[in-house]
């Protein structure tokens, strides 16, 4: 099975930016990629889709216009570029990849981002 590996998050001040990067351990090609978030007593909600071509992308409304996700299949690699960044951005943000056949569905560990001044 896929595993996954978040980087990037830490402390930010409002209107600033942040890279967060996925690494995964074998060819992506066949899994559509996300990132979720979660805050504490609240379930894990969808940010941004791409999927395995590239095409697809899809967002949550609160993000739409300030983050973009993105993935190289050459490296593994998914980004979530976020810009404009609100407190209510704070949250635990988790790299996930569904298999396009399967349709199982593997996590990372998660990389905490903080919006703070």
């Known amino acids: 099975q896929v595993q996954l590996v978040e980087s990037g998050g830490g402390l930010v001040q409002p209107g600033g930016s942040l890279n967060l990067s996925c690494a995964a351990s074998e060819n992506i090609l066949i899994y559509n990629m996300n990132w979720y978030r979660q805050t504490p007593g609240r379930q894990r909600e969808l940010v941004a889709e791409i999927k395995h071509d590239g095409r697809g992308l899809t967002y949550a409304d609160s993000v739409r216009g300030r983050f973009t996700i993105s993935r190289d299949n050459a490296k593994n690699m998914v980004y979530l570029r976020m810009n404009s960044l609100k407190p209510e951005d704070t949250a635990v943000y988790y790299c996930?990849?569904?298999?396009?056949?399967?349709?199982?569905?593997?996590w990372g560990q998660g990389t905490q981002v903080t919006v703070s001044s």
């Open positions: 996930g990849a569904v298999g396009i056949i399967s349709q199982r569905a593997y």
